[in-house]
């Protein structure tokens, strides 16, 4: 019965191993599942940690080129923002000189347009050049003609002009009841009669005769036609002649209030000068000299001459005194500082200055350089204005000693003055200046074709006849004519026919110079035009000229800004291809971000999965452990049930029991995943797990390997049960079967609470792993398996797995 029960057990027995061995089979099969899954995600993870540095170093890059990307961005803002300042700038001031340049072109249009014009101007300027060219010729013939005809009509009225002035009776004569022996009823023709006896009248001829009432200003005007000459190029002198206090002085200096005839001459020049002015330029210097005692005396320097003044002659002729001081006087108001300056000289050295001027010869020397600005003719000529000695005879003076040596002079000089004249009037071919200073001093203005104008000044009073008859005379002789009563008739007609031809002449002057004035007043006219034309003209061309630069200018300066405005577009360019190059970039980066997103995403999800499957582990793992509490707990049930029926002998119907409740447990552990296929391993023998191919326990990583020890534990403890089983029937030692259970269920313990730390410290170890310590723990692994198979403790290999592991 026992032996029937026990097959029965034994069939059962058998049975079960069966069923044991097929879970062990599904179990491995499970196994080997999780063991591809698990490589596989390792896998994963380790790709994931790949993608991960990949990531990272493409954030890294990512960022630098975003910081590049941030500066080129900003230097192209900046840049951008100047270029477009200039560019603005350039267009601004292009848009001004396109405007300037239009004007420009406006005006030089205009200016254009304005040439046929100006042509026209030229033509018509031009033309009028021509006329003032021609009218310069007819005034320099009409002038020549004038000149012509001027001395021409001097020549008529004599070279040497004589006019006879006779001075009012003074208060003093008239108180003394001296009477007056002149005749002016003829003065108009000239004549003067002198009354030398009761009933007899000497007539003496002059070219002019002057009564008491005639003033300054007429005896001037018979004057004036003289000076003119001077500025025509001809040696004048005047000179009044007569006895002392007959109104020398006054004719040639007169008053402050009555210029004589000095002043009046210099006026006269500088009023012709300045009418002249356009036609000839002139310069004046005048000298102040008196000749006392045959002695020439400079009254304008200011000290005294160190040496004798001499009379020298120039190599043209012309006669001057060297170092005699010449005053250049450009207005009237100089030459009567001049006058005055000579005057007060005068003064010096005399104590009685009537006297002193009555006994000398007081001359001023008038030099006039001119230059002809059409002709280009340059002239000098010399006017003297000499106020003679008093002509008193000695033997009425009856004088002595120095007085006497004063009169010699005056009458000496005198008489070579009268000498002199004379030789000019006979034409003489010796004519004696060198016979005293006052002739040789006048001897350019003496003769030749100079003028000469004498004053002969006579006094009215009867006490002074035979000086005046004297006076007379001697003028007479001058003029070269000496009029007797009978020859009076005979020069009437000749006279008349004189007057005649002078009226003529006078009126042929008078109509040629009023030609000549209606000439000027023409060529000024036209004169004054042509230089406004020429200005005009002249403005034109200049401001076409100007224009024109300015337009070049403006071009230039144009051409200079659409080069730079076309440098700018071309960096412009260059720059807006950097900037597109960059964007290009920009998009790449922003591809590859949005990849790199992707695969984070990719990844994360890979990690989310790999955190389920973990958490699945984890489940699984503690659903393992509780069961294995609770296999556990019954195998101690079990084995205290054994003890009993051991003891007690009723083991038959406790083996029942046992066999029951082991199938209860089998039944209970007989679940889907994992949890099922590690209670089935209970019963699995270790050494269908240790009898896997050694290439594929080595593929197993750190999971693979925490899960092959967690199912080795659970070989072990599967072969522990079979191995307490086959003892408990054959031979039914339990002591020996327990130890070993206990052990194995002990390092089950063990692997779980390893396992849970694993699991907790799973992520981080991850991250930082490596290819190379995974394979140097599966060497580990595998040297750990081959010391195994060598035959040492299964406990002690388990542990050293175990210390490899952490
Ligand atoms: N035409 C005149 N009308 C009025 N007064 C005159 C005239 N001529 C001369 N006199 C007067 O006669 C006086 C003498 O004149 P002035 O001195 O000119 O003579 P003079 O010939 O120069 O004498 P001297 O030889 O001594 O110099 C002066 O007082 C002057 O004013």
Known sequence: MKMKSTVKYEKKIEELKNLCQLKTDECYEAWMSLTTSNEQLENVRMELDNKFFQNLNLDRALEQQAAKLKDI??????????????????????????????????????????IPELNKMIFAVQALVAQC???????????????????????????????????????????????????????????????TGSSMKK?????????????????????????????????????AYGQTGTGKTFTMEGTGQNRGVNYRTLEQLFKLIEERKEISTFSISVSVLEVYNEQIRDLLATEPASKRLGIRQASEGFHHVPGIVEAKVENIKEVWNVLQAGNNARAIGSNNVNEHSSRSHCMLCILVKAKNLITGECTKSKLWLVDLAGSERLAKTEVQGDRLKEAQNINRSLSALGDVISALANKSSHIPYRNSKLTH?????????????????????????????????????VRGVELGPTKKQVDTDELQKLKQMLDKAKQELKSKDDALRKSVENFHNLEDKAKAKGQLCKTQEEKLNELENQ??????????????????????????????????????????????????????????????????????????????GTL???????????????????????????????????????????SYSAEKSQVTPIETIYGMNPPTRRSLNSNGRRMNEMGSDLLKGTESLRELRRKRQIESKGIENNVLLSSALVEKKVWSETNKARQIEQWPCRITRSGKSVNSVEKSFTGNRINWDQGKEPRESSNKLKMWLR
């Not at 200003?217 to 001809?234: C, H, I």
């Not at 083996?655 to 089998?666: I, S, T, V």
Request: hydrophobic share 30%.
């Open 441 to 477: 001093l006048l001897q350019d203005s003496l003769g030749g074709d100079s003028k000469t104008l004498m004053f002969v000044q006579i006094s009215p009073s009867e006490q002074d006849l035979g000086e005046t008859l004297s006076s007379l005379n001697f003028a007479s002789r």
């Open 632 to 674: 556990q707990q019954k195998v101690k049930e079990l084995e205290n049930k054994l003890k009993m029926e051991r003891e007690s002998g009723g083991s038959q119907q406790k083996g029942n029991e046992l066999e029951q409740k082991l199938r209860q447990h089998q039944e209970q552990t007989m679940r889907p995943g994992l």
């Open 551 to 628: 337009l070049s200018s403006k071009v230039e300066l144009c051409k200079q800004l659409e080069r730079q405005l076309w440098q700018l577009s071309e960096r412009m360019m260059e720059k807006e291809e950097i900037c597109s190059n960059s964007q290009l970039k920009v998009v790449e980066l922003e591809n590859k971000l949005k990849e790199h997103v992707q695969n984070q995403t990719a990844s994360l999800s890979l990690q989310r999965k790999v955190k389920k499957l973990e958490d699945i582990l984890k489940e699984r793992t503690r659903e393992f452990e509780l069961h294995s």
């Open 133 to 195: 060219e021609d009218l310069k010729l007819r005034l320099n013939e009409e002038q020549a003609m004038r000149k012509k005809l001027h001395n021409q009509i001097q020549e008529a009225k004599g070279k040497i002009r004589v006019f006879c002035r006779c001075r009012p009776l003074s208060d003093d004569e008239a108180s003394a009841g001296h009477t007056t022996i002149v005749d002016f009823s003829a003065a108009k023709d000239g004549d003067i009669g002198i009354l």
């Open 73 to 114: 961005s900003t230097k192209y803002q900046c840049d951008k923002r100047l270029w477009v300042d200039s560019i603005i700038e350039l267009e601004r001031k292009i848009k001004i000189i396109k405007q300037e340049h239009s004007l420009l072109s406006n005006k030089a249009h205009d200016c254009a347009d304005s």
């Open 203 to 239: 007539i003496f001829k002059f070219d002019r005769v002057y009564t008491p009432k005639d003033d300054q200003v007429s005896v001037f005007a018979d004057a004036s036609p003289v000076v003119t000459s001077v500025l025509d190029g001809y040696n004048v002198c005047i000179f």
